[in-house]
T-cell receptor, first 118, second 113 residues
Framework: NAGVTQTPKFQVLKTGQSMTLQCAQD?????MSWYRQDPGMGLRLIHY???????DQGEVPNGYNVSRSTTEDFPLRLLSAAPSQTSVYFC?????????????????FGPGTRLTVL | GESVGLHLPTLSVQEGDNSIINCAYS??????FIWYKQESGKGPQFIID?????DKRQGQRVTVLLNKTVKHLSLQIAATQPGDSAVYFC????????????FGDGTTLTVKP
């Protein structure tokens, strides 16, 4: 299994440009999430999905859109990039709650996309 | 809003010593807590988790302690090695939504040879 993959690894945008960060997982996980990580800080939740066709907002959703048309893919769209969106973006996936066994609640993270908005 | 926080932003230890990383949380309704390790340039990786109805859980070289009375979580690493150098985050979750974690700010652990 490839796990969680993200593309691109690096991206530089100009203010006002739009782009889509791609995320895919091959573990058949129901839950997928997008986080941003600013320097020296923890991760903050942008949007999440509990299954195909279902998405919801996290802590910092403004300026971002998501959709979940398949179980595998969860793209994050920046509608009009701003310098405040300069950050590292992580996608994660996880099993649904209720499974037995250890480590059932862990999220599997991708390698991240480093985005700079000029 | 409620969030998970760590007591110290940095911790430096000698190789072979034991490390203790602390975390304070404020949401008494959280069902479980997870410790993640993040190496430079990578995404966080799961270390160990603990449910709210437990007070201790052990893994390989790691132990997590949960004190619900004072809302405190700790990660103990035995015989710390240079490969343990990383940023450590605690996160809290509700069991009804595994995809919605609240993370603390992290502790940077440096292991000196």
């Amino acid at each position: 299994n490839a796990g969680v993959t993200q593309t691109p690894k690096f991206q530089v945008l100009k203010t006002g440009q739009s782009m889509t960060l791609q995320c895919a997982q091959d573990m058949n996980h129901e839950y997928m999430s997008w986080y941003r990580q600013d320097p020296g800080m923890g991760l903050r939740l942008i949007h999440y999905s509990v299954g195909a066709g279902i998405t919801d907002q996290g802590e910092v959703p403004n300026g971002y859109n998501v959709s979940r048309s398949t179980t595998e893919d969860f793209p994050l769209r920046l509608l009009s990039a701003a310098p405040s969106q300069t950050s590292v973006y992580f996608c994660a996936s996880s099993y649904s709650s209720g499974l037995s066994g250890g480590g059932q609640y862990e999220q599997f993270f991708g390698p991240g996309t480093r985005l700079t908005v000029l | 809003g409620e969030s998970v926080g760590l007591h110290l932003p940095t911790l430096s230890v000698q190789e072979g010593d034991n490390s203790i990383i602390n975390c304070a949380y404020s949401n008494s309704a959280s069902d479980y807590f997870i410790w993640y390790k993040q190496e430079s340039g990578k995404g966080p990786q799961f270390i160990i988790d603990i449910r709210s109805n437990m007070d201790k859980r052990q893994g390989q070289r790691v132990t997590v302690l949960l004190n619900k009375t004072v809302k405190h979580l700790s990660l103990q690493i035995a015989a710390t090695q240079p490969g343990d150098s990383a940023v450590y985050f605690c996160a809290e979750n509700m069991r009804t939504n595994a995809g919605k974690s609240t993370f603390g700010d992290g502790t940077t652990l440096t292991v000196k040879p």
